[in-house]
T-cell receptor, first 113, second 113 residues
Framework: GESVGLHLPTLSVQEGDNSIINCAYS??????FIWYKQESGKGPQFIID?????DKRQGQRVTVLLNKTVKHLSLQIAATQPGDSAVYFC????????????FGQGTRLTINP | KAGVTQTPRYLIKTRGQQVTLSCSPI?????VSWYQQTPGQGLQFLFE???????NKGNFPGRFSGRQFSNSRSEMNVSTLELGDSALYLC????????????FGPGTRLTVT
């Protein structure tokens, strides 16, 4: 069945350090991947996306890496700030069949001062 | 531009009752998707509406239903509430169907007692 999972449920980093959040997906037919950030009391917020024909994409302080060989996705956040504390979800959309977002379980990122 | 709005934000219902939640998408967005978020199951897709038609449906019982109006506003209904229906219900809107470029609302927190 469909599943998108995360290796670690929690991650703590020092303010100013870089953080890496990992995600494994099982559907090799997925062609579009998105990272969302969810702060307490809010809905998920789009961070960055990547298509399966790319292996890296950079945004402001964030980089997403895609390794289709091992079906692995990662989100790198540079120079973390207190405002980066949140739960991060990876999500995927498969080209084949009925298209919909399939979310991973989420990783809680805590930035320590 | 106003974001996705959901009403009500909080709701307490009793087992056996029914509930209707409302979602107003971003202006110009014709797709509205609904998700259920629980600590145990994470974010799960309920259904998507585009131009008043249900485009896709997740693996939820028939007690969960929805509809979309001509102004793209959407409602979801849960009948015969069960304790396990307690969750954060999120809606997301997009110009496109299929889960792409979705913007999420803050959610409706439903508690069933």
């Amino acid at each position: 069945g469909e599943s998108v999972g995360l290796h670690l449920p929690t991650l703590s980093v020092q303010e100013g350090d870089n953080s890496i959040i990992n995600c494994a997906y099982s559907n090799s037919a997925s062609d579009y991947f998105i990272w969302y950030k969810q702060e307490s009391g809010k809905g998920p917020q789009f961070i960055i996306d990547i298509r399966s024909n790319m292996d890296k994409r950079q945004g402001q302080r964030v980089t997403v890496l895609l390794n289709k060989t091992v079906k692995h996705l990662s989100l790198q956040i540079a120079a973390t700030q207190p405002g980066d504390s949140a739960v991060y979800f990876c999500a995927e959309i498969a080209v084949q069949g009925a298209q919909k977002l399939v979310f991973g379980q989420g990783t809680r990122l805590t930035i320590n001062p | 531009k106003a974001g996705v709005t959901q009403t009500p934000r909080y709701l307490i219902k009793t087992r056996g009752q029914q509930v209707t939640l409302s979602c107003s998408p971003i202006s110009g967005h014709r797709s509205v998707s609904w998700y259920q978020q629980t600590p145990g199951q994470g974010l799960q897709f309920l259904f998507e509406y585009f131009s008043e038609t249900q485009r896709n449906k997740g693996n939820f019982p028939g007690r969960f239903s929805g509809r979309q109006f001509s102004n793209s506003r959407s409602e979801m209904n849960v009948s015969t509430l069960e304790l396990g229906d307690s969750a954060l219900y999120l809606c997301a809107s997009s110009r496109r169907t299929g889960g792409y470029e979705q913007y999420f609302g803050p959610g409706t927190r439903l508690t069933v007692t």
